[in-house]
């Protein structure tokens, strides 16, 4: 009798460990059942581990829902799984979907932005990404609602998209793309920028709309405090701003840019044509990066009123009409002049 209970042990002693080896490898094998090069599952928020499971296996994902429920268990993830959509390529064991899931490893399109864009612009990016398409973002960037309580007066989201890197789920839309972009914008302005804002006595349409045309005049971060403090100077007199930026914007809104501006252009009859009308366009011409809304309230402490451009990015600064005009002369006729003789030694 002995004997027989000590084989019955032994037998169910080999069968625990034959399932406990079975079950080691159900776990840790690699597995892949989809077709296709990729698997999307969208975990929903509040989901149980039990429909996580299911959704899983349904996919291809892990072999069996038993199988994903033991992994989490034994994990001691069964709790920490997070929502969102998840893509699958490759083969992996349940052990590491649960991983994934547990770390919030899920999928986002990342879409950059750089400064300087207009709404049109953007779209064409977001489109880019895989996001969406161009009228869609244009269509969500159309609505000003977002900053009623920012700009009142605002007739769209020109402006206050704030140009970044984000990652954003791969069905985020443009609405939620253009919320994003909002918020981005409030945390870069909160603070710092409107403080100083009132501080100078300006509305902070009045920053951005400064902000976009010291951004579209220069992409150097050093001289964008002296350029915001030309404008400021003119402001401050009366002066025109005669910004080519602002021309330029009117142009792209009437489809009438054709990349060269022109005498012609600088006589057009628009609000945004500063060349005609002293002060502040209407409103911002493009999405102003961090650098040039902090320019935009506090300009450097210089005299300028005028500058123009060195052909290399950068450009040379003057108080003085005529000084201006030697820069000018030396920056712009003497160098193109140069630059037309070269050619022609060349040839």
């Not at 690699?30 to 039990?50: H, I, K, L, N, W």
């Not at 649960?98 to 879409?111: E, I, K, P, Q, T």
């Not at 206050?160 to 919320?179: E, I, K, Q």
């Not at 309230?297 to 950068?314: C, I, K, M």
């Amino acid at each position: 009798m002995l004997r027989r209970l000590l084989v019955v042990v032994v037998l169910l002693a080999g069968a625990a460990a034959a399932g406990g080896w079975w079950l080691r490898g159900r776990l840790t094998t690699p597995y892949r059942a989809f077709a296709g090069a990729e698997q999307f599952v969208d975990v929903p928020q509040g989901a149980s581990v039990g429909r996580i499971a299911s959704l899983l296996a349904d996919a291809g994902v892990v072999p069996d829902p038993i199988t994903f429920r033991i992994a989490a268990r034994l994990s001691g993830a069964d709790r920490r799984l997070q929502a969102g959509e998840y893509r699958f390529a490759d083969a992996a064991s349940p052990y590491d979907v649960v991983a994934r899931l547990a770390r919030g490893d899920v999928f986002s399109r990342v879409v950059t932005f750089p400064e300087g864009l207009t709404i049109a612009d953007m779209a064409a990016t977001f489109a880019g990404a895989g996001l969406g398409t161009a009228a869609e973002f244009e269509q969500a960037a159309a609505n000003p609602s977002a900053i009623g309580d920012l700009d009142p007066t605002a007739r769209s989201l020109e402006g206050y998209l704030f140009p970044d890197t984000y990652s954003m789920p791969r069905r985020a839309g443009a609405v939620m793309t253009v919320a994003a972009m909002v918020d981005r914008f409030r945390a870069v302005v909160d603070g710092g920028v409107r403080r100083a804002a009132t501080a100078r006595g300006m509305s902070l349409r009045d920053v951005v709309t400064l902000a976009s045309l010291v951004e579209k005049e220069t992409a150097s971060a050093d001289e964008r405090p002296l350029v915001s403090a030309v404008y400021h100077n003119r402001l401050r007199i009366g002066m025109p701003l005669q910004c080519d930026p602002t021309v330029i914007y009117a142009l792209m809104q009437r489809g009438a840019w054709r990349g060269n501006l022109t005498r012609a252009n600088l006589q057009m009859d628009s609000p945004y044509n500063t060349y005609r009308y002293p002060g502040l366009p209407p409103g911002p011409i493009a999405s102003p990066g961090r650098s040039a809304l902090e320019a935009a309230v506090e300009p450097a402490d210089v005299p300028y009123l005028y500058f123009v451009s060195r052909n290399d990015g950068t450009h040379a600064f003057a108080s003085s009409l005529a000084e201006h005009s030697r820069n000018v002369r030396t920056w712009q006729v003497n160098y193109f002049k140069g630059q037309r003789a070269k050619g022609r030694g060349q040839r």
